[in-house]
T-cell receptor, first 113, second 114 residues
């Protein structure tokens, strides 16, 4: 079955430190991949997406993600986090022609001063 | 350009009742998708409408149904509600068909079934 796995339920990072959130997918073919962020009381916002081409993708708010086919991974990174980055982060995937966008269970990010 | 809006914000219902949730998409967006997000989980795809026709459905029973209207609004109807239907319901709109187009999410409706 197609699935997206986010192994880390909760991550705590100091402000200014680097961040990496993990995402693994299980699909028959390489899917389209997305990272979304959800802040309390707000809808999900797209950070970045990967369809093909350069495996290092730049997104909004200083985030980037790297697609690694050999590891079936699409990890999200940020060199230096800000207190405003505290939120829930979701990795998602979809196969072309299939309208079902599949989300992982999310990683909650806490920032400490 | 206004974003995606949903109403109501919160709703409390009793098991067995029926509910209608509403979504107003961004102007020009022909696709609307609905998701169920249980507490501590990621959103689960319910179904998608493109130009008023259902064009994709997740693993949800038929008592979950929807409508999309020409004025970029849509509805999610849930009949014979069960306790497990308690969740945050999200709608998302996009230009064109296909969920690979960027989806713009509303803030959601928090539904509690007692």
């Amino acid at each position: 079955a197609q699935s997206v796995t986010q192994p880390d339920i909760h991550i705590t990072v100091s402000e200014g430190a680097s961040l990496e959130l993990r995402c693994n997918y299980s699909y028959g073919a390489t899917p389209y991949l997305f990272w979304y962020v959800q802040s309390p009381g707000q809808g999900l916002q797209l950070l970045l997406k990967y369809f093909s081409g350069d495996t290092l993708v730049q997104g909004i708010k200083g985030f980037e993600a790297e697609f690694k086919r050999s590891q079936s991974s699409f990890n999200l990174r940020k060199p230096s986090v800000h207190w405003s980055d505290a939120a829930e982060y979701f990795c998602a995937a979809i196969n072309f022609g299939n309208e079902k966008l599949t989300f992982g269970t999310g990683t909650r990010l806490t920032i400490i001063p | 350009e206004t974003g995606v809006t949903q109403s109501p914000t919160h709703l409390i219902k009793t098991r067995g009742q029926q509910v209608t949730l509403r979504c107003s998409s961004q102007s020009g967006h022909n696709t609307v998708s609905w998701y169920q997000q249980a507490l501590g989980q990621g959103p689960q795809f319910i179904f998608q409408y493109y130009r008023e026709e259902e064009n994709g459905r997740g693993n949800f029973p038929p008592r979950f149904s929807g409508l999309q209207f020409p004025n970029y609004s849509s509805e999610l109807n849930v009949n014979a509600m069960e306790l497990d239907d308690s969740a945050l319901y999200l709608c998302a709109s996009a230009e064109g068909s296909g969920s690979y187009n960027e989806q713009f999410f509303g803030p959601g409706t928090r539904l509690t079934v007692l």
